[in-house]
């Protein structure tokens, strides 16, 4: 199906523990994003991507680590989880100059 | 820095009753200006977008226009269905290559019958 992929759709890990968060997109777009969901702060971009092999720092990267070996997934993991990383992670992709296309969110809870 | 202020809700409204949800934003440039909507347990859908002062954006009864002596993005429709209970994010691009969308914090609107 082309589109935006996300998983898994829920995950609940523990403290401490290493989690990935996968994202997977069809149509090659350049750029790729991992934003944050969270009541009364709206969305808030962890990493960024504008190609294969190329990743920058959004507003709050502490605690992730992305990688882009291939233009059509971009994984997040978070080294060692903790209660704060509590959240609905969006994957979203676009093209220069065009809109964003968003996945469906895995909503993370750490306990 | 560059943000986006929306207000804050949750907005309630009836069936049929007009909608606004007000934005303004702060920009270094000229950013192009989105809104997008979020129904319960999806992800975000594009709903309307304006690349320059004075445009206005519209699709499905809503509409924004790009304002850039107030730094507003209103979104406004006339007519509001159950339908569109969802939350409502404004969102600045600035027109520069290597940004990304920098949203509002959202606004939650509830249409009753």
């Known amino acids: 199906d082309a589109g935006i992929t996300q998983s898994p759709r829920y995950k609940i890990t523990e403290t401490g523990r290493q989690v990935t968060l996968m994202c997977h997109q069809t149509w090659s777009h350049s750029y790729m994003f991992w934003y944050r969901q969270d009541l009364g702060h709206g969305l808030r971009l962890i990493y960024y991507s504008a190609a294969a092999d190329i990743t920058d720092k959004g507003e709050v990267p502490d605690g992730y680590v992305v990688s882009r070996s291939k233009t059509e997934n971009f994984p997040l993991t978070l080294e060692s989880a903790t209660r704060s990383q509590t959240s609905v992670y969006f994957c979203?992709?676009?093209?220069?100059?065009?809109?964003?296309?968003f996945g469906s969110g895995t909503r993370l809870t750490v306990v | 820095g560059n943000s986006v202020t929306q207000m804050e809700g949750p907005v309630t409204l009836s069936e049929e009753a007009f909608l606004t949800i007000n934005c303004t934003y702060t920009a270094t440039g000229y950013p192009s200006l989105f809104w997008y909507v979020q129904y319960p347990g999806e992800g975000l859908q594009l709903l309307l977008k304006?690349?320059?002062?004075?445009d206005k954006g519209s699709n499905k009864g809503f509409e924004a226009t790009y304002r850039k002596e107030t730094t507003s993005f209103h979104l406004e429709k006339g007519s509001v269905q159950v339908s569109d209970s969802a939350v409502y994010f404004c969102?600045?691009?600035?027109?520069?290559?290597?940004?990304?969308?920098?949203f509002g914090k959202g606004t939650t609107l509830s249409v009753s019958s």
């Open positions: 969102a600045l691009i600035l027109n520069q290559a290597g940004t990304a969308l920098i």
């Open positions: 979203a992709s676009s093209e220069e100059g065009y809109g964003y296309t």
């Open positions: 304006a690349t320059k002062a004075d």
